[in-house]
């Protein structure tokens, strides 16, 4: 095992996928060290004189942090607690936005650190079944198949426009409203930076971003190692950009600066060591034939158009069991791959169903690290938030599910548009409308 760990580590790409994380996490630091994105979330709360529009300024904060999915619920959720409080929102349905607006749209961005992790993983399997195609484009085309994300995302804003609620949501709700909660905020707001501190590195990380891959486009073919390295690039320039601006606004020193973007890698190491064990696992299984003998069988007893639908299941099982999306995508991306490409199955959609399995049961498990931050972000008891929260995800990972049923026979991303549908009239037929009732004069 220790030999293979080894080998693994002394591959080029692999070696490259390592430094990019550690840019990205960094970055991610030193944004929380500065407040910028502490800030820009802060004014998003400004114009929520009602209940809908502070959970849509929650919902849009949460889609706007779209670099971390942990830092997510800890940079938004102590903004929103105070205005959820005043307009009388349960802590439930904070809690529900937090995480449903962290995961899903981490995994719809290919460059930040869930991309360049996925991208990794598409890599390897693509390399040890002998397919060529770049890792960054099939996440591309991945991108509108990832049913399960797009749909959480649609259903937090279809729940706020309608004000249904169902469940334990619509319990937790009334009993909101049925109390007048005078508990004080246990903390003040954490400080904030200039919003400047937010715009200016993220506006210089895509730029950089996009001048670099239409360059090398343009130039060369798109490689795997462009794209590598145009993230290492551009997260970087932007650390660095961060560093001046702190130093400039908040006479932060450059060495302070310098000590929290190292400090940054602390947060990444055990999605490294997933990602050597999933490396290390994918060369046994090649080894050993894992993949060829498991195709076989599934070839002989699933029909090509049932292998994403199947895939979205098991992934969403062994994700619910672990508590954690990343090490599922390790776990089935090396076993769906090579079965997807022998059994003719659709590669694309076999994907994307392995992202959106492991993200529903992620999304759905008690000991997810994410669904934990969110319960803390929200100040909610985490069983409470647990429970309001899985009839939810369970409504759109059922509709998810049948997406890639149907995909699977009739390929297309417009099945997106009839399950949207399918999703708004579940929610009108389950949900009953139960509105906060505000506690402010307005």
């Known amino acids: 095992v220790e030999q293979r760990v080894f080998v693994q580590l002394s591959v080029p790409s692999n070696i490259q996928i390592i430094f990019t994380m550690m840019a990205i996490g960094g970055f991610i630091k030193l944004l929380e060290v500065s407040g910028g994105a502490r800030s820009f979330a802060r004014r998003m709360t400004r114009i929520v004189p009602t209940a809908a529009r502070a959970q849509f300024a929650a ?47 981490c995994i719809l961005v ?29 996440l591309l085309n991945v991108l509108p198949y990832q049913f399960y994300a797009l749909l959480t995302l649609f259903a937090v804003a279809l729940f706020i426009w309608t004000g249904r609620d169902f469940g334990p949501m619509l319990a937790a709700q009334r009993r909101q409203n049925d109390s007048v909660d005078s508990e004080p905020a246990k903390a003040s707001d954490p400080a904030v930076g200039s919003v400047s501190l937010f715009l200016v590195p993220l506006t210089l990380l895509i730029g950089i971003i996009g001048v670099l891959l239409t360059g090398y486009a343009l130039v060369d073919d798109l490689t795997s190692v462009h794209v590598r390295s145009t993230l290492t690039i551009a997260y970087i320039a932007a650390s660095i950009a961060t560093a001046v601006l702190m130093y400039r606004q908040q006479q932060i020193p450059f060495n302070d600066s310098l000590t929290t973007f190292v400090r940054g890698p602390e947060t990444m190491v055990f999605v490294v060591l997933i990602l050597i064990l999933a490396w290390s696992k994918s060369s046994v299984l090649k ?21 994403p639908a199947v895939i979205f299941l098991l992934g969403a099982v062994i994700s619910f069991a672990t508590g954690s999306s990343w090490g599922t995508f390790a776990i089935l991306m090396t076993l769906a791959v090579p079965v997807a490409h022998n059994i003719d199955a659709s590669m694309y959609l076999t994907i994307a169903a ?27 008891a985490h069983i409470d938030h647990v429970t309001t929260q899985f009839y939810y995800a369970l409504l759109t990972g059922s509709i998810a599910f049948i997406a890639y049923l149907v995909a699977g026979f009739y390929p297309t991303a417009w099945i997106l548009l009839p399950c949207a549908l399918v999703l708004y009239l579940g929610i009108q037929i389950l949900g009953t409308e139960n509105r906060p009732v505000s506690k402010l004069a307005v």
Request: aromatic share 10%.
């Open 59 to 105: 919902w849009g904060a949460g889609v706007s942090i779209f670099f971390t999915d942990s830092g997510n619920a800890l940079i938004i959720g102590p903004l929103f607690r105070p205005i959820f409080r005043e307009l009388n929102i349960s802590r439930e349905k904070l809690a529900y936005i937090l995480d449903s607006t962290a995961s899903p749209i």
């Open 110 to 138: 290919p460059f930040i650190g869930w991309g360049a992790y996925i991208m990794g993983l598409i890599e390897q399997a693509y390399v040890d079944n002998g397919l060529t195609e770049n890792a960054f484009e099939v």
């Open 287 to 307: 080894d050993h034939g894992t993949a060829q003998t498991l195709s076989e069988l599934v070839s002989q007893n699933i029909h090509p158009g049932m292998l």
């Open 354 to 380: 392995v992202l959106s399995g492991g993200l529903f049961g992620d999304h759905t498990s008690p000991i997810s690290d994410t669904t934990v931050l969110a319960s803390i972000g929200a100040d909610c």
